[in-house]
């Protein structure tokens, strides 16, 4: 079955830190770009960061740019995400997406999402 | 970053009749975009890409207009099941991608 599986968030202090990981199965995992989208309480969808198919590419949106980092294993088929420094603003559901794009393709759109996973920055 | 903007932010359509949501990019974004639905408690599935094709296994009363900064996503008979909140996504160009802030359809 083509599915993405979420885990590690929670509750977590002001300045913490929390590593997201997404499990991948039922496609080529290598092939395509990963990302992740948030979605604050209530609210709309945000992009956060995305990675290319070999991992050597990766962006990300200007309001986690120097806290969060994205990375993937490709020999487990699994997709991460390190969050530091975080913020009340962080606090979300985290979706892992599969994207549409593979190589060198410039055209992101999402195919497949997880359920998600909810990040609470709070004390 | 290109701002997407969508109209209205909600609406209620009676049963078995036409939904027309629309979505304006600040700037051309050509045909690189898509349309999604979210469910209550549910992660977005993806319904239309490239304006206009539908993904695989999306009902056949859903269909996207549009290219440069105008887009439409219509439903053409509204089903109890479409109640959603519907996102347009830009994919032009290089990162950010952005969505729309999003529009609830309801049932009248």
């Known amino acids: 079955e083509v599915q993405l599986l979420e885990s590690g968030g929670g509750l977590v202090q002001p300045g913490g830190s929390l590593r997201l990981s997404c499990a991948a199965s039922g496609f080529t995992f290598s092939t395509y770009a990963m990302t992740w989208v948030r979605q604050a309480p209530g609210k709309g969808l945000e992009w956060v960061s995305g990675i290319r198919g070999g991992g050597g590419d990766t962006y990300y949106a200007d309001s986690v740019k120097g806290r969060f980092t994205i990375s993937r294993d490709n020999s487990k088929n699994t997709l991460h995400l390190q969050m530091n420094s975080l913020r009340a603003e962080d606090t979300a559901v985290y979706y892992c997406?599969?994207?549409?794009?593979?190589?060198?393709?410039?055209?992101?759109?999402?195919?497949?999402w997880g359920r998600g996973t909810l990040v609470t920055v709070s004390s | 970053d290109i701002v997407m903007t969508q109209s209205p932010d909600s609406l209620a359509v009676s049963l078995g009749e036409r939904a027309t949501i629309n979505c304006k990019s600040s700037q051309s974004v050509l045909y690189s975009s898509a349309w999604y639905q979210q469910k209550p408690g549910q992660p977005p599935k993806l319904l239309i890409y490239w304006a206009s094709t539908r993904e695989s296994g999306v009902p056949d009363r859903f269909s996207g207009s549009g290219s440069g900064t105008d887009f439409t996503l219509t439903i053409s008979s509204l089903q109890a099941e479409d109640v959603a909140v519907y996102y347009c996504?830009?994919?032009?160009?290089?990162?950010?991608?952005?969505f729309g802030q999003g529009t609830k359809v309801e049932i009248k």
């Open positions: 996504q830009q994919y032009y160009s290089s990162p950010p991608w952005t």
């Open positions: 997406a599969k994207s549409s794009a593979t190589g060198t393709d410039i055209y992101w759109y999402f195919d497949l």
